[in-house]
Structures are given as C-alpha cells and as structure tokens.
C-alpha cells in the first residue's frame, strides 16, 4: 500500500509555547503545552470511531505526544520518520511567524527545495496498513496539500483532516 492510492487522515500537533506566541518552531523540539495536551486528547476522541490501520508520526516531541494521545484510543501501530519533521528554520526559529519568508533558505536552516524534497521522501515511506493517519506539522500539511494539488489552508493545532478523492478521483480534504 501506498499512501496515495488510498485516503488518509493528518492530524497537525497540539499546542507549544512557540505555538501560544505566534513564533517559528521549526526544529526546536519543544513539548505541548498542558493546554495542548489537553486538546490532543479532545481531538483523539474524535478519531474513536474510524479503524485506523497506522500512525506515522514526526519525531519531534509535539507530534509524538499528541500521537500518544491518539494511541489512548485504539491499539494502531505508531511508526516515526524523521522525514516529517516540521521545516528547520535555522537562526529564524524563535522570531515571530510575521517574519517568515519560506522562498528563501535561512543561515543554518533548510530551503524550500531541501524541505520539500525530504517531506516528499517521507511521505514516500508511508506503507500502511491503511487507514493511515500522519500526526505531523502545518509545513508538512503544506507539503502534502501542494503535492496533491490543493490549495493550502493551514491547520490549527490539532485540527484532523481527512484527504479523500472524490466521485471523479480528484482529491479532496475534510476537516473532521
């Protein structure tokens, strides 16, 4: 199985610090705040009813523990991948999200070429079994949204989207 032969579901992370204070994580590995815990595990409940068949989760602490949420709720195999990590940003992490500029590769970070190339690679990775649902970052979801051609409305935290195709096998996206 392939992850883009069959619909999924993507969950972005619950809320950090970096999060509350509208500035970049990127790869700073930073813990949910217990309000994000908190939302991770309301957000989870809502998966309860679907059988999913896998979790495949960035690294980063974030993603991990809001994945961990998720397992409270049914007993699908967790698989990491380092691929999924959010964007590093390098010397912009920690400055506010109004000066981000993604067309550009900052001092020690990655450019949207280097990004892009490794998301997709992860996102290559993802075998199943299906359902799949990938609990991961607002840069993944961008890189996901354009690959499938969709026009980008960035997640909040712990927003769950459900990408299926439509009755003429275009993709579609619904937020649960």
Not at 88 to 106: D, Q
Not at 107 to 130: K, M, N, Q, S, V
Not at 154 to 172: A, E, T, Y
Request: net charge neutral; with cysteine.
């Amino acid at each position: 199985m392939r992850l883009l032969e069959n619909d999924f579901y993507f969950m972005r992370h619950g809320m950090t610090a970096s999060n509350d204070s509208d500035r970049i994580a990127g790869f700073t590995d930073e813990p949910l705040t217990s309000a994000g815990k908190a939302l991770a595990a309301r957000q989870a409940a809502k998966l309860a009813g679907l059988p999913l068949g896998s979790l495949w989760v960035s690294t980063l602490a974030r993603a991990r523990q809001t994945a961990a949420a998720v397992l409270t709720i049914g007993d699908a195999p967790l698989f990491l991948l380092d691929e999924l990590r959010e964007r590093n940003w390098g010397e912009m992490e920690g400055r506010p999200r109004s000066e981000l500029n993604r067309a550009t590769k900052p001092h020690g970070g990655e450019g949207p070429e280097e990004f892009r190339d490794r998301t997709r690679a992860g996102l290559a990775r993802i075998t199943g079994p299906a359902p799949v649902l990938i609990v991961a970052h607002s840069g993944t979801a961008r890189e996901i949204f354009a690959l499938l051609d969709l026009a980008f409305e960035r997640p909040d935290n712990c927003d769950i989207l459900h990408f299926q195709r439509d009755k003429n096998c275009h993709w579609i996206v619904k937020k649960l």
